[in-house]
């Protein structure tokens, strides 16, 4: 067995279990950086950034107006009491 090594089942679990806890902080982290925003609010906050207005983004992706403004709003909600500008880090 040389250069080999033996490892017991309870070392390979706590390896297991703190590979989780990494994979799991990590996510979050990631999560956290885009303020916890869905794949498609990220969509609609490009396109406001880049200076889309409401119609045309429904019209882009194909959604109503008032779609778009629910979207905003929970954007918005997400946000909290972070400055709107710290949007502009998504793009």
């Not at 882009?60 to 709107?84: A, M």
Request: proline share 2%.
């Amino acid at each position: 067995m040389a250069g080999e090594y033996w490892v017991g089942r309870e070392s390979v679990s706590n390896l297991v279990q703190y590979l989780r806890t990494l994979m799991q902080s990590s996510h979050d982290e990631a999560r956290q950086k885009k303020f916890g925003l869905t794949p498609r609010e990220l969509e609609i906050v490009s396109a406001v950034v880049a200076g889309y207005s409401n119609k045309e983004i429904a019209e882009y992706f194909k959604i109503s107006e008032d779609t778009v403004k629910h979207h905003l709003s929970n954007i918005f909600d997400n946000l909290g009491s972070r400055p709107v500008w710290n949007l502009l880090c998504l793009r």
